[in-house]
């Protein structure tokens, strides 16, 4: 993955519109991904809109994983379908045609984390986006990990002392098997700092890989473009 530099000038990275948030645009366009919103922030619904606007803006598709249809249906002025829908993903496939946004309600409160897995593995996104209002992962000593593989959160579970039963260890847990079922990438942070976790390097909760999100290997020809484009 490439990290843009704040500090380089425009005229020096050979693209005058170049930022690091058009940088991440630019990851997002003809994509799709999936985003969760909870019970718990139905009431600050409206804080998506100009979030699902600008990924629309840039070429993405967003599907909305919500318990109900209201209010982040009208809201985002999406179509809503509930998860029983038959032949989902073609219906989903059509209204994200249309209008680039669709509503998929669960209905059912006790599996919202296991209907929001199902869903975006059924729909084959490349990347869950789970609201959560204790954001990403924090360890023991009050340190935010801000890229953590799966091998990784595999080895973090397996040493944490936390009790099966504790809700954070089973939201974790979740977050593994959503990676194991198929998605790429689960992105983990609050609502409030959701712009900066889709649009800065830094972020503002975890992100999650099956893969390592950075990987070293020597440079094969068909890279000496781009490379070439860096330098």
Not at 88 to 95: I, S, T
Not at 159 to 176: H, K, Q, T
Not at 179 to 207: I, K
Request: proline letters at 6%.
């Amino acid at each position: 993955a490439l990290m843009p530099d704040p500090d380089q000038p425009p005229s020096a990275a050979g693209d005058a519109g170049f930022s690091e948030r058009e940088f991440y645009r630019r990851e997002f366009r003809g994509r799709t991904l999936a985003v969760t919103l909870p019970r718990a922030y139905e009431a600050e619904a409206a804080k998506l809109v100009p979030i699902v606007q600008e990924l629309g803006d840039a070429g993405a598709r967003v599907v909305v994983i919500a318990h109900r249809a209201s209010p982040v249906a009208e809201l985002l002025g999406a179509e809503a379908l509930p998860e029983s829908t038959p032949r989902l993903e073609a219906e989903v496939w059509r209204r994200l045609g249309a209008k680039g946004r669709v509503v998929v309600f669960l209905g059912a409160f006790a599996r919202f984390p296991e209907g929001c897995r199902d869903v975006a593995e059924r729909l084959g996104v490349f990347k869950l986006v789970w609201l959560d209002r204790e954001g990403g992962l924090v360890d023991v000593r009050g340190v935010r990990h801000a890229f953590v593989h799966l091998g990784e959160l595999a080895e973090l579970l397996a040493a944490s002392d936390a009790r099966p039963d504790d809700p954070r260890a089973r939201f974790w847990r979740e977050v593994e098997t959503t990676l194991r079922a198929g998605v790429p990438a689960v992105n983990v942070c609050s609502l409030d700092a959701l712009d900066d976790e889709l649009f800065s390097y830094a972020g503002s909760g975890t992100l999650f890989t099956r893969e390592r999100y950075v990987q070293v290997r020597h440079l094969g020809v068909d890279d000496f473009d781009a490379a070439q484009d860096l330098v």
